[in-house]
C-alpha cells in the first residue's frame, strides 16, 4: 500500500468518522450511519457511512496481531446486523489503517474495535462515502483490490 495514499486515506477517515457516532445501519447493502462531527458538521452535507463488502469482526480490545482471513467469522446478513447493532450509538476514538493492507478499525470510547478486511484481488472491500452529498467537495475512501487506497477530500484536509 502507498504510504501517500495511507495518509491522505487516514486524513480523510479521520475527519469523517472521528468523534462520530453510529447512528444507524442501512438495510441495503451493510451500512453504517454515522453522526456528523465538531470538525465536519459545517462541510458535510449529506449522511456519512461506511459501507463494508467483506468480512469484519468486534473485538472487545485492539487486537495483538491482525487476523486471518479465516480466521474472521463467516456471518451471513442477518448475524452481521446484529453485530453491528451492538455499535448503537457508540463514539468512534480512533480510526486507523493496517501499514500492508487497507485492513481498517474503529476504535470505539467503549475500548471495543471494529476491524473490517481490506484485502481482496477483485473487488473493494469497504468505503467510507457521503450519502446525498449536495456540497462542491467530494469525500470518500475506498479500499480497493490489490492492497490500494483511492482518495477523494478537500485538499486543505487530504493534505494535513
Not at 6 to 29: H, R
Not at 144 to 149: A, I, R, S, V
Amino acid at each position: 500500500m502507498n504510504t501517500e495514499d495511507k495518509k491522505a486515506a487516514l486524513n480523510v477517515l479521520n475527519f469523517l468518522c472521528k468523534g462520530a457516532t453510529i447512528e444507524g445501519l442501512n438495510f441495503y447493502g451493510l451500512k453504517l450511519l454515522l453522526s456528523e462531527t465538531e470538525t465536519n458538521s459545517e462541510r458535510i452535507n449529506g449522511q456519512v457511512y461506511l459501507n463494508i463488502e467483506s468480512e469484519f469482526c468486534l473485538y472487545q480490545t485492539m487486537p495483538k496481531d491482525i487476523p486471518h482471513l479465516n480466521e474472521l467469522p463467516k456471518l451471513d446478513w442477518v448475524d452481521s446486523a446484529k453485530v453491528l447493532c451492538e455499535l448503537r450509538l457508540k463514539k468512534i476514538t480512533e480510526v486507523s489503517l493496517h501499514d500492508e493492507s487497507p485492513h481498517l478499525f474503529f476504535t470505539f470510547e467503549s475500548g471495543e474495535v471494529l476491524f473490517i478486511w481490506g484485502h481482496h484481488h477483485k473487488y473493494e472491500s469497504w468505503q467510507v462515502d457521503i450519502m446525498k452529498e449536495s456540497g462542491e467537495e467530494t469525500w470518500l475512501v475506498v479500499a480497493c483490490p490489490g492492497d490500494q487506497l483511492a482518495v477523494w477530500g478537500a485538499e486543505d484536509v487530504i493534505g494535513q
